[in-house]
């Protein structure tokens, strides 16, 4: 062919011959299910495609999707006759057949080599695999064709792409389809809402571009590659890339996400969604085993049931038939899955094998080969991947006898990770035991990586010597001071005595183990844990070892050799000047280390350098960073602080420290000194820079200062607990630069003092005293452990002999106080008898003694007759002999190890051949048993998996079940303290505006409710206890309120009393709304009109309108009469509606009554905006007013939320259920408040009357399409 990247010649669109079906004996065991009848071939693809141009279409396909490759490309021709599709199968095209090779592209066809592939493939395997080469292929066929289409493996085309992508110019070169074009419902089905958001709102599978596309192809491709987890990610972030248009045709896309939205029928042989054509289906998640679902992995609550939809169950049978037609049953696993001999590659092995491949190409070292390149005559790429995977990756790796296979194992393994859960250190032994024995024998660690021991069981010779351990500038001056001291010496635990200097190496057990830290580990930047337990720690001066002491460690303290060093050329240090653009500038130095930024305090020095020379152009202050990557928000800090000043340069690389010297005058350390404490770590950075003869200006408290002295550098002054001060910092650098000479006075006296104080001569001898006791106290040790101390075999007689020269004692109490004196005469008499006793004792003891030394002599007289030289040398003889014996022991154990390992290998191999032969003789009657065995075993491990998961939900509905009561507890205490707290505060609040404001002259009682700061009629007994001790009135219609405000609209409270929600309301309504307030009584308005006043800003006050006058049906004069639960209760004039006339000595009020509906249109401008809601808290007289409203009521259809009480509008003489009437025939639907469905007039009697409720909060909610 022409085109490599055409595959359309070889396509055939399967016959209708259901010959290929039937050899699918994968599914004969199955039921015929009812959707799956051979699909029509006769149907025609939905839409006509020579309108427009057909797409290139494409695929990314690896082994195991070649089936559905296959099935896409000939649905792909069909529904586009003449068109073209490529399938781009990732496997190298050398170990493909002919005829597969003409059918497929390679990852060689795109112009990726083998090598390159082959690396791609260890670091990515599975679909991060195709998301890498999807990018390449886009834009290798963009080179050739105006418009491509690539759609996923899982998706099958009904219908031509000629229309949808017609849209797709230069300006807009990327179209994508989105998974949904509605909102899927919470309704717990899924794929719900949660679902959506982990996949991503545009589905994957189908992607089309055009000319203009080729940056952003790039970009992805440079993206994947660097980090192949990330496409997911990048194609969701595609839209704000690059112009685009969105295919919201729903015949575009069919998926498990949108079925269920969206109507599948068919219609004149061909399938239409919504009425569109169909024209793909995407099978993500689709089983072939499983068929009865749309999508396996929502298989616990589907949104989409096949029963409900026969063309959809139709669809996936047909799918599921081409799928095994086209060859399914036969295919074979990716070959990049395993390595060559069958190993499992882990998944975290293949991201640190990415790490070690972009790493190396960055930094130019040689790149690891992958497993799967091909070999050469004299290379073999898999036994060098397997050597790299078979090392430590690190240190402690090394001490453990781990591997980075090892290791990736246990990370990608739950079950490792839970019984050895400290692989390296504790568990290491076991760990290594594990992977040379199961991880070998089940095949999940290649034989040859089999480890039996790791370094941790090293020889230790028993001599006197010392082990430096640790990297850095602390470890090389250790071991300058070792090589002066003249000890033997090496860079592993090989002597007892062991000098650590970087606390996370580890190092075997059985070594006196000392550890030398920057202030004897005190110190806040050194975070780094510790691998085992030290016998000393050793700080690097008496500042530290106080440090040390401040948090209970004790420390010593070991005086470091200084290394003189020669001064960087002057060509050297002029190049390096060069390169950082400083001419003739004079130069301070500094060092940043952004992991102690509070310490370093390289801001302070910013400030000082600044201060000093503010606008001067003849200095420069390079500044050394390091930790910038750990710490990017300090970072940014010191980057922001510093852009402004040009003479500032920030030096963020791995050679910063060695070039900031190379061009420093002087070397500046304004950190600060805690108090006077601490410090090793940059009295170590200001030792180097004296070494190479800078001049150093620093703190004068902490190590540094105890360093240099007063002679050795200009040291700055600290005030309050070691803060350096900024204007002496500031004095002391104008004079560095002022007077360069003067400043080179102090870097010789540095040097004179550091030479004699800290000579490598005087540090060697210091240390290897130190060592030598450190050998003593480990040998005396070791001889405590190995023998017990021998005794004097004569001790007991000796002791026995002291025994006869204790006299009686003849003073203890007795019966009766006779019995001392009794016990005296008795001994005075028998005194002579009791000496001669005593001689006869002594005699024996004598001659017992005299025999028993020349017992001994004689023994020691014929030990010494023996050659103890000889038993000496011959016992040494047999301990050599016995560590051969142990070391020959040792080598059988490896050799142990490695035969098992072999055998395992050779087992697993003679297994695979014994059913290999097996499978030779029989192999369909093979093949049905080995089915019906799988088949088993998955419904034996789906009932082990059952009952696991029902035992795991049971636990975790315990353990929710507890914490839910727990938490429970905890929250109605935290919320009963919360409320308590409250009422404190309250009334505090209360209290202080009580004190601070002018409002003597106001009656009533102040109350913090969500109004804010009200201020209450003294005699309410309702409305006040309520808010006295809650934080809301009416929570129900307050919210309803809310709910029901409009923008621009007017808020009208009837009845406002002191204006709890007109002030409420009006702070909701910011400034595009109005808010009327009604009140006749005139106490409650003045109360009104202050908590306004209080509550609300004099801008939004302007938009508060109170009326005077008292709401009715009719103008006129009305009465007002003491309501017991404050206010005023409104009611006709004397004599008015047969009402009884209210006795003269009542404290009556006569009130202007007016209707509203007059009133408000013609003095208030409520014409001009829209009234939008209606508040009557009057409900008793609530028909009255509203009758006052009837006019507004049917211009504006206001929502109305008011109160209703019956037996007040009784007293009226009105009959309730007429009211409620007269409000329906107004086209007003009766809602109770909280409820959302309306009731009938009747209803809500009924309702009243069966309760002991006098008042209810109504809603007359505006009927739809009322005019």
Avoid at 154 to 160: A, H, I, K, P
Avoid at 1158 to 1172: F, M, Q, Y
Wanted: aromatic fraction near 4%; include cysteine.
């Amino acid at each position: 062919m022409n085109d490599p990247l055409d595959h359309s010649e070889s396509n055939q669109w399967p016959s209708a011959d259901r010959e290929g079906l039937d050899s699918a004996d994968e599914f004969v065991d199955e039921p015929a299910w009812p959707a799956e009848l051979p699909e029509d071939e006769s149907t025609r693809p939905a839409g006509d495609g020579n309108e427009f141009p057909a797409p290139h279409g494409c695929t990314v396909a690896r082994h195991g999707q070649l089936a559905g490759a296959r099935v896409l490309r000939d649905s792909f021709l069909r529904c586009h006759p003449g068109g073209r599709f490529t399938i781009l199968l990732l496997d190298f095209g050398t170990d493909l057949e002919a005829d597969l090779r003409e059918e497929v592209s390679t990852p060689a066809d795109i112009g990726i080599d083998d090598v390159e592939f082959s690396r791609l493939a260890t670091a990515c395997g599975g679909e991060p695999l195709n998301s890498v080469v999807l990018p390449g292929l886009l834009a290798r066929l963009l080179r050739s064709e105006p418009l491509v289409l690539y759609l996923s493996p899982v998706v099958r085309v009904f219908g031509s792409f000629g229309e949808p992508l017609a849209a797709l110019d230069d300006e807009a070169p990327l179209g994508l389809a989105p998974r949904v074009i509605r909102p899927l419902p919470a309704d717990g089905l899924r794929p719900g809402s949660r679902d959506l958001a982990r996949a991503g709102s545009f589905d994957p599978n189908l992607l089309a571009v055009t000319h203009g596309a080729e940056r952003v192809l790039d970009e992805w491709a440079q993206r994947v590659r660097a980090e192949p987890d990330a496409a997911a990610e990048f194609f969701e972030g595609l839209p704000a890339m690059v112009e685009h248009r969105v295919l919201r045709d729903p015949g575009v896309g069919l998926s498990v996400y949108n079925a269920g939205q969206r109507e599948l029928e068919t219609s004149d042989g061909a399938y239409t969604v919504d009425g569109y054509p169909l024209r793909t289906v995407h099978f993500e998640g689709f089983e072939p085993q499983r068929p009865w679902l749309f999508s396996a992995e929502y298989s616990d609550r589907p949104r989409v049931l096949l029963s409900e939809s026969p063309p959809l169950a139709q669809l996936c049978a047909g799918y599921r038939n081409a799928l095994v037609s086209r060859g399914m049953t036969s295919e074979r696993a990716s070959p990049f899955d395993e390595l060559p001999d069958g190993t499992v590659l882990p998944t975290s092995l293949r991201a640190a094998y990415r790490a070690q491949w972009l790493s190396a190409e960055s930094s130019g070292d040689p790149v690891v080969p992958s497993p799967f390149e091909p070999a050469g005559p004299e290379r073999d790429p898999f036994a060098e991947f397997l050597e790299w995977a078979g090392s430590p990756a690190d240190e402690q790796q090394r001490a453990a006898g781990c591997s980075r296979w090892d290791f990736a194992l246990w990370q990608d393994d739950q079950v490792l990770r839970r019984d050895y859960p400290l692989p390296l250190t504790d568990d290491a032994a076991a760990f290594r035991e594990w992977c040379a024995g199961v991880g070998v024998a089940s095949g999940r660690v290649p034989a040859r990586l089999a480890r039996s021991r790791g370094t941790d069981d090293s020889e230790m010779t028993d001599q006197l010597g010392v082990a430096v351990v640790g990297t850095g500038r602390l470890a090389e001056l250790v071991r300058l001071a070792v090589r002066t001291s003249g000890i033997p010496n090496s860079d592993d635990a090989r002597y007892p005595v062991v000098l650590r200097c970087d606390p996370s190496v580890p190092v075997p057990a059985g070594h006196h183990l000392i550890d030398i830290r920057p202030d004897g580990g005190a110190d806040p930047a050194d975070t780094t844990p510790a691998s085992g337990e030290p016998t000393e720690l050793w700080a690097l001066s008496q500042a530290g070892r106080h440090a040390a002491r401040h948090v209970g460690v004790q420390a010593r303290v070991l005086a470091l050799p200084f290394p003189e060093r020669e001064p960087p050329e002057p060509a050297i240090r002029q190049a390096a000047r060069e390169r950082l653009g400083i001419d003739e500038e004079f130069v301070f130095a500094a060092f940043a280390d952004h992991a102690e930024e509070h310490r370093a305090n390289v801001l302070g020095l910013v400030t000082a350098f600044g201060a000093a020379f503010g606008s001067r152009t003849d200095v420069r202050l390079v500044v050394a960073v390091s930790g910038a990557a750990e710490h990017p928000e300090a970072a940014e800090r010191l980057r922001l602080a510093t852009t402004t000043d040009h003479r500032i340069l920030l030096l963020e690389r791995d050679d910063a420290e060695e070039t900031v010297l190379s061009v420093a005058d002087c070397a500046v350390s304004l950190h600060r000194a805690d108090g006077g404490v601490g410090g090793d770590r940059y009295a170590l950075r200001m030792l180097h820079a004296a070494g190479c003869g800078i001049p150093v200006i620093t703190v004068e408290q902490g190590a540094v200062g105890e360093l240099f002295g007063s002679s050795g550098a200009v040291l700055v002054g600290c005030h309050g607990s070691g803060e350096p001060d900024v204007e002496s910092a500031a004095a002391a650098l104008t004079s560095a630069a002022d007077d360069p000479s003067e400043l080179q006075r102090f870097a010789v006296g540095a040097g004179e003092r550091l030479s004699r104080q800290l000579a490598p001569g005087r540090a060697g001898e210091q240390l290897r005293e130190r060592v030598e006791a450190a050998y003593r106290n480990w040998r005396a040790k070791w001889a405590r452990d190995q023998h017990a101390p021998d005794e004097d075999p004569l001790r007991p007689l000796l002791i026995a002999r002291h025994a006869l020269h204790r006299p009686p004692e003849v003073g203890m109490g007795g019966r009766n106080a006779v019995t001392p004196a009794l016990r005296k005469a008795v001994l005075k008499a028998l005194g002579h008898y009791d000496e001669h006793i005593r001689d006869i004792i002594r005699s024996l003891l004598d001659g017992v003694e005299k025999t028993s030394s020349e017992l001994l002599r004689r023994q020691q007289e014929r030990a010494d007759d023996l050659d103890i030289n000889a038993v000496r040398a011959e016992l040494t003889q047999l301990a050599q002999r016995q560590e051969q014996l142990g070391s020959r022991v040792a080598g059988a154990d490896d050799s142990t190890v490695q035969a098992r390992t072999e055998l395992a290998e050779h087992d697993r191999r003679l297994r695979g051949l014994e059913e290999t032969g097996d499978s030779l003789g029989q192999r369909q009657l093979s093949e049905l048993a080995e089915r019906i065995d799988s088949l088993t075993g998955a419904v034996e491990r789906t009932l082990d998996r059952v009952d696991r998961l029902e035992q795991r939900i049971e636990e975790s509905e315990k353990s929710q079940q507890e914490q839910l009561e727990n938490g429970l507890r905890r929250s109605a205490l935290d919320i009963d303290n919360a409320l308590r707290g409250t009422d404190a505060l309250r009334r505090i609040v209360l209290r202080e505006h009580e004190r601070n404001s002018d409002t003597a002259h106001l009656p009533g009682t102040p109350v913090v409710c969500e109004a804010g700061l009200l201020r209450l009629p003294a005699d309410d007994t309702v409305m006040l206890p309520w808010l006295s001790s809650h934080h809301r009135w009416d929570a129900e219609v307050s919210a309803l309120i809310d709910s029901l405000l409009e923008p621009g609209g007017v808020f009208l409270d009837v009845g406002a009393y002191v204006g709890y929600q007109a002030v409420r309301v009006l702070g909701r309504l910011n400034h595009t709304g109005r808010v009327i307030a009604v009140e006749p009584d005139a106490v409650a308005r003045e109360l009104l009109e202050h908590n306004a006043e209080v509550n609300v800003t004099e801008r939004l006050r302007e938009r508060l309108t109170v009326l005077d006058g008292a709401a009715w049906d009719d103008d006129g004069e009305l009465l007002g009469l003491p309501a017991g639960t404050g206010g005023v209760e409104v009611t006709a004039s004397e004599g008015a509606g047969g009402q009884a006339v209210p006795d003269a000595r009542a404290s009556v009020v006569r009130l202007r009554g007016a209707r509203l509906d007059g009133e408000l249109s013609s003095e208030h401008g409520i014409g001009e905006r829209n009234l939008s809601v209606v508040h009557v808290d009057v409900g008793s007289r609530v028909h009255r007013i509203l009758r006052g409203l009837d006019g507004l009521l049917r211009q504006h259809r206001p929502s109305v939320v008011c109160s209703f009480t019956p037996s007040g509008i009784r007293a009226l003489g009105d009959e309730p259920s007429g009211v409620l009437d007269e409000f329906t025939s107004w086209g007003y639907d009766i809602v109770p408040v909280g409820r959302s469905e309306p009731v009938a007039p009747e209803q809500l009697m009924r309702a009243i009357g069966a309760s002991e409720t006098s008042t209810v909060k109504l809603w007359l909610r505006p009927e739809p399409n009322t005019e």
